[in-house]
């Protein structure tokens, strides 16, 4: 087979590599997941906008996808050079080099960069998921609790030489009675565990299943978009992604305030606004005559493909995530507190004031972005009642070469391996921290 023909098998590849999942990358470049999965499996070609917007969403060359297994390996290498210690100083410039001369060196190098790169991001996870699911916290203390027991009661017959029976079948009892609670808190340990790994979401709350909702929707609900839009009810019911009676009315909520949104910015209007302004959200809202907030929500509810791949985060005024639309480059943590860097906590101290900066994600290969916050203050319970705050923060991708001027910030403290950091709350549980 050509290696051009490869190139799906190459895209497949390099997702799985930076752990990206398949409907999130079919999202970013604008086709259907099962498009996307017949191009993975070399079942349809890839034209020229469409390769360059892979490997854009991939973070590699086009080359890497077009041409195959050497241009992966340069990838793979300099990904490596990226983490190596200032020291080291790797020669970058001469891969090619050492590629041509040393190719199976090169190889193993390459092959233990991407399998370097998979243990960090499975160690971020489970240490995000261990210090903020309640579920696996109380899972592991009834494990510890149970095996404190057994131990405690184990000691005092192992201590103990002289026990009346009635008391030795008492602990006898104790110990099996024990020995079952371990066994059964075990067991739901690790069928929960195994229910996680298997679910593409590894729901836990209620917002973790409206989130799950949307992002199989793309975001996007067509039904509320149409001159006579489904019912909310109707969209909310049955759906396997809500499964409690709190997440479906997170989801309600989001549906209500969406089809607002659809009212005031309808979708073709917008679409066309879009296509002459770009996706600079202040030009867009002084085009059609709307708040920054419905127009940053519009451009993070759009059809697949309809507009560039971008990212949305929303806080209210005590700093908690209530919202999140990851984008490639960009991940929301899902558990605990965000980066205190990022410009959407500046917002909430500057309320109605729109904020422009230039960020860079911290990591191996950092990645730019354009990010537009804003903040805004509603009564809800009335003028005398206490006032709301809700403050966005919209990712697009930056374009153009670095500036130098990016303000660096990451996901969150625990993961960020950004060294000397002034606002750090945390150490790092990777790279080097402080």
């Excluded at 451009?299 to 999140?324: I, K, M, N, Q, Y």
Aim: proline letters at 8%; glycine letters at 8%.
């Amino acid at each position: 087979m050509a290696r051009s023909a490869l190139t799906g098998t190459r895209v497949r590849e390099r997702r799985l590599r930076i752990g990206l999942k398949q409907a999130d990358l079919a999202r970013a470049v604008g086709v259907s997941a099962s498009y996307l999965n017949l191009i993975e499996h070399n079942r349809r070609r890839v034209g020229g906008g469409l390769l360059a917007a892979l490997a854009r969403a991939l973070g590699v060359g086009e080359a890497a996808l077009a041409e195959g297994a050497e241009s992966v390996l340069f990838e793979g290498l300099r990904e490596a050079a990226a983490g190596a210690a200032a020291e080291a100083a790797p020669e970058v410039d001469r891969i090619e080099e050492f590629v041509g001369r040393f190719p199976g060196w090169a190889a193993l190098l390459a092959e233990r960069q991407a399998r370097i790169a998979a243990l960090e991001r499975a160690v971020e996870a489970l240490s995000e998921r261990m210090a903020h699911d309640p579920h696996l916290s109380a899972a592991l203390h009834e494990v510890v609790s149970a095996v404190t027991s057994v131990r405690s009661t184990a000691a005092i017959l192992a201590e103990s030489e002289e026990i009346a029976p009635d008391w030795r079948e008492r602990f006898h009892r104790n110990i099996y009675d024990d020995s079952i609670r371990l066994s059964e808190a075990a067991d739901a340990l690790v069928a929960y565990l195994d229910a996680s790994q298997e679910s593409e979401t590894g729901l836990g709350s209620p917002q973790e299943e409206v989130e799950a909702w949307l992002a199989r929707t793309g975001y996007h609900i067509a039904g509320l978009e149409r001159p006579h839009p489904t019912p909310v009810e109707a969209l909310v019911t049955g759906v396997p992604e809500l499964a409690t009676d709190a997440a479906r009315r997170l989801a309600r909520a989001h549906a209500a305030r969406y089809r607002l949104d659809a009212e005031a910015l309808p979708l073709e209007p917008f679409l066309a606004a879009l296509k002459e302004e770009g996706p600079d959200p202040a030009a867009l809202a002084r085009r059609l005559g709307a708040g920054l907030a419905p127009v940053f929500r519009r451009l993070a509810s759009l059809p697949e493909g309809a507009g560039p791949p971008v990212g949305l985060v929303a806080c209210d005024a005590s700093g908690t995530l209530t919202f999140r639309r990851p984008t490639p480059g960009f991940a929301p943590p899902r558990h605990g507190a965000a980066c205190p860097l990022w410009p959407l906590y500046e917002a909430l101290a500057r309320p109605t004031v729109p904020i422009r900066t230039a960020i860079e994600m911290a990591g191996r290969l950092p990645v730019r972005f354009l990010a537009w916050s804003f903040a805004e203050t509603r009564y809800p319970a009335g003028f005398d009642g206490p006032p709301v705050t809700e403050a966005l923060m919209l990712i697009l991708p930056a374009k153009g070469p670095r500036s130098g001027a990016e303000r660096v910030v990451g996901a969150s403290c625990r993961i960020c391996p950004r060294a000397g950091c002034a606002a750090r709350r945390e150490p790092s549980i990777v790279g080097t921290g402080d």
